[in-house]
């Protein structure tokens, strides 16, 4: 079958919605665009193709990735075989069924092989990706990267850079950045202190695998990317592979599972911050789950070593090796992978350091003091925007929208993952149009009330006049 053959469905659906409306926002001097998504992963590319079809005109994505599949994470630090969310699970299409991985997998594959495969593979999600960015024509600018972001008397003046430094303006910002853009990776103060660089990576890092054949290594973590970084340093040879888990127990309750039905999931942003607050805490004090896949990669080994009950209590250089001291046991190894997380926290980025300051944190809503972690997660209002400490500064704080994981807290969800697209793309389009449909509305009202031609002269029914 042709590509021409496999692409007929999704033509067909794009035919049958209409041609994209047209730009419907005033230009205004001194701006450069409408909304500047930051990220061209899956979620910026996602939110680009929705804001057209809104209308939305004067869209720019930004991407710092110099090339396609170095944007987001699926052929970087991803390293799972399967995708860790069920395969049925909305994604980019948003309400375009025929732009689904469901319609371009059976399409190029048939419906039996989809029926037959439990969850998404990893590098076949990406060919789904890298086809939804190509067949609706989403124009990325790769190798851009955002450096600071100031308030500029009613919009925002980006500070980009390309190999040379630019300036762009926009009224609106729609911060699509992924894990790392919601604060950094969390790396423990005694590995970084302790070890020597280039005996030391976080798994958001590229990692040389084929490096490590030979080699033993330490794992700090107990999530999925843990056992899946475990399991391709011994796919890859590696002498030995040891998982160090704090608790005494892997986390295997999924509790984010009892808030997926369809009123919770819909209306999470209308909990009371007290409740988000319980909710928020009980993932934390459950653990993030890895998947049954990953362990049994790992597991498979008989050179892989799983450590209970082991929290990092140190790390250092002795001669040419690493030594991991953890759960009162030392270990001697070559290399450590750092599988643990990130956090969130918009005054550790450095394109928001002139805003940070006025961002409303959960710690500014609740006392925190038994989590400052999620504490230090930004407050959002209903349009994933930023709002200000103080409400009555910083109001262009508002025209900051975040689609990152540090919504967590604020949504109930990873936010920028596949199960968060169908709510949240639709959400933050719809609080973008209507901030800038009312910012204008003298201008819209002018246009409604304005002159239109006749659709047809009198003279079409004048013969029939009588009387």
């Known amino acids: 079958m042709s590509d021409i053959d496999r692409d007929q469905a999704a033509r067909d659906a794009l035919r049958l919605i209409g041609p994209d409306p047209a730009n419907w926002v005033p230009d205004m001097a001194g701006i450069d665009h409408n909304v500047a998504i930051i990220g061209g992963g899956q979620t910026g590319c996602a939110l680009a193709f929705a804001l057209r079809r809104a209308g939305i005109g004067k869209v720019t994505v930004i991407e710092a990735a110099p090339a396609p599949d170095q944007a987001g994470i699926w052929l970087t630090a991803a390293r799972m075989n399967l995708l860790r969310t069920p395969k049925s699970l909305v994604g980019p299409e948003v309400g375009i069924s025929a732009l689904g991985f469901q319609a371009w997998y059976e399409a190029r594959h048939g419906q039996a092989a989809y029926a037959a495969i439990d969850r998404i593979p990893r590098v076949v999600w990406a060919a789904y990706l890298r086809w939804y960015r190509e067949f609706l024509a989403i124009p990325v600018r790769y190798g851009t990267k955002l450096e600071k972001i100031e308030p500029a008397d009613g919009k925002f003046k980006l500070y980009l850079n390309n190999g040379i430094q630019i300036f762009e303006y926009t009224r609106k910002i729609i911060l699509a950045t992924g894990f790392y853009g919601m604060g950094g990776m969390s790396i423990p103060a005694v590995l970084t202190d ?243 449909f009312a910012a204008d509305a003298r201008l819209h009202e002018t246009r409604m009330f304005g002159d239109v031609p006749p659709d047809f002269p009198a003279e079409l029914y004048a013969k029939s006049v009588r009387g």
Not at 278 to 291: C, I, K, M, Q, V
Not at 314 to 319: K, N, T, V
Not at 377 to 391: F, N, T
Request: charge should be neutral.
């Open 194 to 436: 302790g070890l020597q660089a280039s005996r030391l990576a976080h798994t958001d890092q590229h990692i040389d695998f084929a490096a490590l054949r030979g080699k033993t290594v330490v794992v700090v973590g107990a999530a999925a990317s843990a056992f899946d970084a475990a399991g391709v340093a011994l796919e890859n040879g590696a002498a030995a592979a040891h998982l160090l888990a704090r608790r005494d127990q892997i986390a295997a309750l999924p509790v984010t599972r009892t808030r997926m039905f369809p009123g919770a999931y819909d209306n999470y942003h209308q909990l009371s911050d007290a409740l988000r607050w319980r909710l928020a805490r009980r993932f934390r004090d459950a653990g993030s789950t890895p998947t049954v896949d990953a362990i049994e990669r790992a597991v498979a080994f008989a050179n892989f070593h799983l450590h209970l009950g082991a929290p990092l209590e140190d790390a250092r250089m002795a001669g040419e090796r690493v030594v991991v001291r953890a759960g009162g046991k030392e270990i001697a190894c070559d290399f450590v992978i750092a599988a643990t997380g990130y956090f969130a926290d918009p005054n550790a980025r450095p394109e928001l350091a002139s805003v940070a300051g006025d961002i409303m944190l959960w710690r500014d809503r609740v006392n925190a003091a038994d989590d400052p972690y999620l504490g230090a997660h930004p407050y959002l209002g209903a349009g994933h925007e930023y709002l200000p400490r103080d409400r009555s500064s910083a109001p262009w704080l508002r025209d900051i929208h975040v689609q990152n994981p540090s919504g967590f807290v604020s949504f109930g969800l990873p936010i920028g993952d596949v199960p968060s697209m169908r709510r949240d793309i639709p959400t933050i389009v719809a609080a973008i149009s209507r901030d800038l």
